[in-house]
């Protein structure tokens, strides 16, 4: 060692490397989620579209707009994983059709025999009605034609539960329909939070090296589940007490029966102008209807939200992008309704003859306006991945 405590030989005392400062996390600038009734509207619409038409081509071309928004916007939560029941209730719907159809016969002549049953002999009083016999080709074409109708329409409210947050959407009712939307909200939340606590207490069995399948399984899981959806029941009735709720104000009887009568009246006219709008010979009455019907109720539920004494904190803004997503499943329904008073055939291919059914063209372009909310609403925020310790 050589004077004033230096190595000998020349060598020095190298301070230890510090670690390289990590580098600041991005600042993104926070942009509020979409207005949820735009969500249901946007989704509404696609499903009044899919009531225009019995083309195939153009119900799938709906089904995959519908399927492509929830899959780039569906928010990570437990309420939105009812996208998939509802996609298995659309086929189970398809399934029994066919099914009907072949067991019962179809009403539509054809020449292609599939294959033939054997037919039970029914009484007299059941004329109308078989039971087995021949099953032709155009029968089921005709049969899967209107059952995907229904499908895609069931699939565009499961696109609408997916991507609307229940809690949220019912800040937005109007105050007369607070209570009946608080009762829809919890039913509509009970089944994703009794799945999430199947789900956690078959993992944590499993991780215990206990069974969670067959019926001894399903009774150890079962009644933990049970038990906590009564404490959730108790603990939200107990939120609802100590918030006041169905406390209602005191208003005069003229109003009162106001309200009862315009709402009355609006769902009335509502129903009678969906109706003429859904068949060809009401559609001079229907708009008008259905305009005034829609009038007449939206006054009856501001005058019944005066009966209602609440708050809301933080209420959602309907912005120019809710304005967006509401115009562009708007956009798809007015413009089925105008390719079916034009072009019938194209949005209606016919069964007998048994030919394939043909894409038109400016209808499938105007199906793809729906895909417009994928590109204007904020992207659901990452789900945070814990790091390793």
């Known amino acids: 060692m050589g004077t004033g405590g230096t190595p000998s030989g020349g060598d020095t005392l190298s301070a230890p490397a510090s670690a390289p400062a990590p580098a600041p996390a991005p600042r993104h600038r926070y942009r509020p989620p979409l207005h949820p009734g735009a969500w249901w509207l946007w989704a509404l619409a696609l499903g009044t579209a899919a009531t225009r038409t ?208 315009l709402t009355l009246g609006g769902l009335l006219g509502v129903c009678a102008g969906t109706y003429g709008l859904l068949t060809a010979a009401g559609g001079t009455y229907g708009i008008p209807v259905l305009l005034a019907g829609v009038a007449a109720a939206l006054t009856g539920l501001w005058l019944g939200g005066r009966r209602t004494v609440r708050t809301r904190y933080r209420p959602d803004r309907w912005d120019a992008r809710a304005w967006l997503v509401t115009a562009s499943g708007a956009a798809v329904a007015a413009l089925l309704f105008l390719a079916a008073a034009r072009d019938p055939a194209a949005l209606h291919p016919g069964v007998v003859p048994l030919v394939a059914p043909s894409l038109p063209l400016w209808p499938a372009a105007a199906v793809l306006l729906g895909l417009l909310p994928a590109f204007v609403t904020p992207a659901p925020h990452p789900v945070p991945v814990k790091e390793p310790s």
């Open 54 to 261: 019995t083309n195939p081509l153009l119900l799938a071309l709906l089904i995959a707009v519908s399927a492509y928004v929830v899959i780039t916007r569906r928010p990570h939560a437990p309420w939105s994983r009812s996208y998939g029941a509802f996609v298995k209730l659309a086929l189970a719907v398809l399934v029994i059709r066919l099914l009907f159809t072949t067991i019962l016969g179809s009403p539509i002549p054809g020449t292609h025999t599939l294959v033939t049953l054997p037919e039970v002999p029914l009484p007299d009083w059941a004329q109308g009605i078989r039971l087995g016999g021949r099953v032709t080709a155009e029968g089921l074409t005709f049969a899967l034609y209107d059952a995907m109708k229904l499908a895609t329409l069931l699939i565009c409210v499961g696109a609408a539960n997916a991507l609307a947050n229940p809690s949220r959407l019912l800040k937005s009712l109007p105050g007369a329909l607070y209570e009946m939307g608080v009762a829809v909200v919890v039913a509509l939340t009970f089944a994703p939070n009794l799945i999430a606590d199947v789900q956690r207490l078959r993992a944590a069995r499993r991780l215990r090296g206990r069974p969670d399948r067959g019926v001894r399984g399903l009774l150890q899981v079962g009644l933990p589940v049970l038990e906590g959806a009564l404490e959730r029941s108790v603990a939200l009735a107990a939120a609802m007490d100590a918030r006041g709720y169905g406390r209602t104000a005191q208003v005069p009887a003229p109003v009162r029966r106001a309200t009862a009568a």
